[in-house]
């Protein structure tokens, strides 16, 4: 499976943005996929997941701001973010492959594939 994000860029606290990823080839890779976000000094952390049935999981530091949806017929995902902060600021990595949403947002599975990522700063 390919993915390409789209959508990163600077914003204030309190701005919103949404991040897209087109994906190309496997689409059994979508059953379930999501985002992750890698900060400098940070561990990766994987903020969101959704399944094919439509099932969707936020790590906490998210919940209530982030809405993370997909559009099968054109292959795509999406991650609306609001009420951004600046410890949001990362490269945002659109991800697929995943065992479940549940586990891959807990961080114990992983996902199989993974694009370029997309920069989001958040300025204060």
């Known amino acids: 499976v390919q993915l390409v994000e789209s959508g990163g860029g600077s914003v204030q606290s309190g701005g919103s943005l949404t991040l897209s990823c087109a994906a190309s080839?496997?689409?059994?890779?979508?059953?379930?996929w999501g985002w992750f976000r890698r900060a400098p000094g940070k561990a990766r952390e994987t903020v969101a997941a959704?399944?094919?049935?439509?099932?969707?999981i936020y790590t906490d530091s998210v919940k209530g701001r982030f809405t993370i949806s997909q559009d099968n017929a054109k292959n795509s995902l999406y991650l609306q973010m609001a009420s951004l902060k600046p410890e949001d600021t990362a490269m945002y990595y659109c991800?697929?492959?995943?065992?479940?949403?549940?586990?891959?947002?807990?961080?114990?599975?992983?996902?199989?594939?993974w694009g370029q990522g997309t920069q989001v700063t958040v300025s204060s």
């Open positions: 991800a697929a492959d995943c065992w479940d949403a549940v586990t891959v947002v807990g961080g114990t599975t992983q996902f199989g594939a």
């Open positions: 080839g496997d689409t059994y890779s979508h059953h379930c």
């Open positions: 959704i399944e094919s049935d439509g099932n969707t």
